[in-house]
């Protein structure tokens, strides 16, 4: 499930990329949570979160409905 994991990051890590961010995958937990690290000028943007849940969580529980969230750790 982590290789999946990644390798839908990499299809989001682009558009990240192209603002000056990134993002880096930490771990998916027994809870089915993905956690995962913004880095770059997404670590301190305001609209961080909305990134995460509008964004990150919305393709990757699309794509892989056992995912029930994602949230950003430090």
Do not use: N
Request: proline share 4%; net charge negative.
């Amino acid at each position: 499930m982590e290789q999946k994991i990644k390798e839908g990051l990499e299809q989001i890590r682009p558009f990240l990329q192209r603002d000056g961010g990134d993002i880096e995958f930490v771990e998916y937990t027994d809870d089915h949570i993905v956690k995962v690290r913004l880095q770059g000028h997404c670590a301190g943007c305001p609209g961080a979160q909305m990134t995460i849940k509008g964004v990150v969580e919305r393709i990757l529980t699309e794509s892989y409905p056992e995912i029930k969230g994602v949230e950003a750790v430090q």
